[in-house]
Structures are given as C-alpha cells and as structure tokens.
C-alpha cells in the first residue's frame, strides 16, 4: 500500500474522516534549498568533532598504535554498508523524520516511538555537548583567555563563566542561524566544511615537509602496557579500533531527516553519504598519522601529553600550524553544532505533526519555513547545559550512542524488510549485513571492556531516559495510537501534510 501511495502522487493519502483532520497542515512548507554540496557538508559536520582531534593521543595509538589508520578506514566501510540501507529508505521514503518514519513503516507506532524518542536526545544533547568543546578548544590554542570567572568543579571539570558565555554566544547565534532559514545554515555548512577538510589537508602537507622518520610509527600494531611498548595483534589493533564506528560516525544520519528540502534527487543520497563517511575517514586516518609520525610515538605516549596531536604538530610545524588544526577543530564542533539543530529540529517537527510530541512543535515558520518552535526549544534547553560542565554532557552523549545504533539498526531492518518484499536481493543482503552490525553495536554498549562500554553515570542516564519515555508514551498513547490518526502510519500522516501544502 505504501508504494501505491508513494507512485500516484500522494492521491487518496487519507480518506473519511482522516480527510478533514489533513486539512489542519502547519502553516509555511519547507524550502527546497539544500544543495548536493550542502548535504554533503551536513553528514561530514556531524561525523567529524572534537574527538577526532583528541582520541588519536586518548584512545586509538594507547590501543593499537599507528594501525588506527586501518581500523578507522574499515569503520568507515562497516558505516558505509549500513548508509546503503539509509539511500534506500530516503528514496523511498523522502519525508523529515528519517529513523523515525522508518520504524513506523515495518514495525509500526510503538516502534516508531522508541527510536524517535532515543535519537531527539541523541541530536539534542550533541548541541550543547559541542559548545562546550569550542572552550575546549580555546583552552589548548589561546590557553586561559576564557577560563575567568571560576563558579565551581562537577565531576572533575572546572565551570568557568567566560567559558559559559562562549558556549551560550555560540548556542545562540547558531540556533537564530537555523530559524532564519536552512539556505543560511545550509551555507555556513558548506564553508565549515570546506575549511575544515582544508586546514587539516595543510597540517599534514606541513608535517610531511619537515620530511619526518617514518621508522617513528613502529611498532605498527602496539599497545602501552606498564611502561614499555608491546607488540600486539595486529587483527586485534584493526579491530579494536573499528569498534569505535558507532560513536566516531553518528552523524551521517542527520542526512534523511532533511529529505524535504533537498532541491536534487533523493537517488544521489547513497552517495552523498558514502563519500562523507570515507572522508571522514580519511580525515581520522589523516589525524592518527600527524600524531604518530613525528617522533616515536610509543615514547610519546609514555609521556602522556595533555593533547598528543598539537604537541606533535607544534615540534613539527610550529605555532602556525596548531592555529591550523585550531581551526579545524572549531569548524567540527561548529558544523556538528549545525547539523544537530537541523536535524533535532526536523525530528521533533514530524514527531510532533504525527502526535508523538506536543503539537506545540508541529509549526513551521510562516516566511522562512523552518520548524522554528522546535529549535528555539533546542536552543532553550540547551543554554542550561554548560552550567553542568563538560563530564556530564559527556554522560548522556556516550549514552546516546545507544540511540543512534538503534536508529541504525531499525533503518537497515526497514531497508531489509521493504527490498525483500520488493525482489531486490542485492539491496536485502546488504541491508541484512547492516542489521547485523548495528546490532552489535547495540551490545557492544553493555560488554565490560569494549570500546563503547557505558560507564556507570551513562547507564543511570540510560534507564532515567527509558522511565521517562515509558511514562511520556502513557500519557500521549491514547492521542498517538487512537487520536485523529488512528490507524494511519507515519508515512500517510507526512504525506498529507506534503499533499495539503502543495493545494494551498
């Protein structure tokens, strides 16, 4: 029934008394304004952040040495199966609310709850979580100009009010960005992105012409154990790294929750996301060997510098080039920023218009056809979070891995699902490949040791989220499941307010 709808051009979507309740679309429509190039820079904006500056000298050389640069390349080839599923279900279904709609498709409203309610905190909690890492990122290049104003310490992490006020400036005026239009968030995008993959491509011309000793990198495959370097597997190296897909590639994902106001075709989504994922990739990969070829890194590493890579580059290339990769930094955890308010704000736009959330975010501006409701909400929500420190943002992120792999695994079984039904074998293996490996990550999250293990305080999170998602869904299961949408599935409820619009 749902291809029918999808090939007739969205006719008969509602009928009866579902006919009236079509009528009540939100006022405005979403403009069409975002470019391939645009698209492109949303998915790398959100893959890339602050981690990817910091994890080479923290997490991935302690754990596998310069081998890393493997591991990353093939979780970004594991990323890139499970995104086969997402070019199939935008194709299908072209509609904001991504995972969301997905879910609703094969396994119907209940589902479609539990995903959307574990990725608009996902979304929502990168925002502030990302501002914060802009003070972060003044405190390695400009050290100390923001840390005045000392209020208190949670967790470990010193609040510092000229820290607060960057974060809030920049929560602000990106949250005003997105309410003025997708054209402008879509821009600003596209020029984050383009200096980011610029500033780190100087940063590593740099390095290779002070001509380094590649005999630095060796071991290859290595871990620090007690004070001296230790040969390892070098399976063992590759693999521990590509575990780290999930929490180092959620992002790409924000593509399909603006699948209406694409101004190309919804096919060239595959490939959109496919490249942002490799470049990515790359990208850690690029990272990984600055920090482990200038000197030898398992020396390094013993001495545990505060951030490995900018002291690597400092000794190679000089101050210039830590201002370099400064700049790079700030445009990741900007455009991830962006990316998040786009997205978040799409999300709880269809959530809403279909009754999973309070109408109060069903609205989309009536002259610059944004969900702005729902970002000045974000925004809101947001502004409080930097009063809590970095750690506990942390917390809750780490916990929201879980939410992106569920995502993931609900859009690749959809895929599964729809292409088996349809005869496409090719796009049923790789989808069931995809759902396979999400999965994994899933469970990944509760085995002691592996890389996305929860801590403590992000378990206790997790299962606060989950209480609060069973009552909520209490109270609004009456409207959702028997309300005026009774019977009709996500997919029909956005198709009709596409369809009510173009009437208008």
Excluded at 17 to 40: C, H, R, V, Y
Excluded at 93 to 118: Q, R, T
Excluded at 348 to 361: G, I, K, Q, V
Aim: with cysteine; proline share 4%; glycine share 10%.
């Amino acid at each position: 029934m749902k291809e029918q709808i999808m090939n007739q051009n969205m006719e008969g979507v509602l009928n009866g008394a579902n006919a009236g309740a079509a009528e009540e679309a939100p006022q405005g429509t979403f403009k069409k304004d975002l470019s391939k190039m645009n698209i492109w820079a949303l998915a790398l904006g959100a893959i890339i952040g602050w981690g990817c500056f910091v994890m080479p000298g923290v997490n991935f050389l302690p754990k596998a040495g310069p081998s890393a640069m493997l591991g990353m390349l093939i979780g970004g080839m594991v990323m890139a199966i499970i995104s086969f599923s997402y070019g199939y279900c935008i194709k299908k279904y072209p509609l904001s609310g991504g995972e969301f709609v997905y879910a609703d498709a094969s396994f119907g409203k209940k589902h479609a709850f539990v995903c959307g309610w574990f990725l608009v905190l996902g979304y929502w909690s990168l925002i502030p979580l990302n501002s914060t890492a802009v003070a972060m990122v003044t405190r390695y290049v400009v050290p100390g100009v923001f840390q005045f104003g000392y209020l208190y310490t949670i967790a470990g992490w010193d609040v510092y009010m000229g820290e607060i006020f960057l974060a809030w400036f920049f929560i602000v005026v990106l949250g005003l960005m997105n309410v003025k239009g997708v054209k402008s968030a879509g821009w600003f995008q596209t020029l984050v992105a383009i200096l980011l993959v610029g500033s780190v491509l100087v940063c590593v011309a740099g390095v290779l012409l002070t001509k380094p000793d590649f005999s630095n990198m060796t071991p290859f495959f290595a871990e620090i154990t007690d004070g001296s370097v230790v040969s390892k597997s070098g399976i063992a190296c590759i693999i521990a790294i590509a575990c780290y897909a999930p929490y180092c590639f959620v992002g790409f994902d924000c593509i399909p929750q603006a699948a209406e106001e694409y101004n190309f075709s919804h096919k060239a989504a595959l490939k959109i996301m496919v490249s942002a994922i490799m470049c990515g990739a790359l990208i850690y990969a690029a990272v990984i060997f600055i920090t482990s070829i200038v000197e030898p890194w398992g020396g390094m590493m013993l001495r545990n510098p505060d951030w490995a890579t900018g002291e690597m580059i400092l000794h190679s290339v000089g101050y210039i080039g830590v201002l370099l990769m400064g700049v790079a930094m700030l445009c990741a955890v900007l455009s991830g920023m962006n990316a998040f308010y786009l997205s978040g704000s799409r999300l709880m736009f269809s959530m809403s218009y279909a009754d999973a959330l309070p109408s109060f975010f069903g609205k989309l501006h009536h002259k610059y056809g944004t969900p702005h409701k729902a970002t000045f909400f974000l925004m809101g929500i947001s502004l409080i979070c930097p009063l809590f420190g970095r750690q506990v943002l942390s917390w809750i992120v780490d916990m929201t891995c879980v939410g992106a792999a569920i995502g993931f695994t609900y859009t690749c079984a959809t895929a599964m699902v729809m292409a088996k039904k349809e005869g496409l074998k090719f796009q049923t293996v790789i989808s069931a490949a995809g759902m396979v490996l999400a999965a994994f990550f899933i469970i990944l999250s509760f085995v002691p040791g592996s890389p996305g293990f929860l801590s403590v305080p992000s378990m206790i999170i997790l299962f606060v989220w989950i209480a609060l998602g069973s009552i909520f869904f209490l109270r609004i299961k009456d409207n959702f499941l028997h309300g005026k949408w009774e019977g009709v599935s996500v997919e029909k409820i956005l198709l009709s307010k596409m369809k009510s619009e173009s009437m208008e």
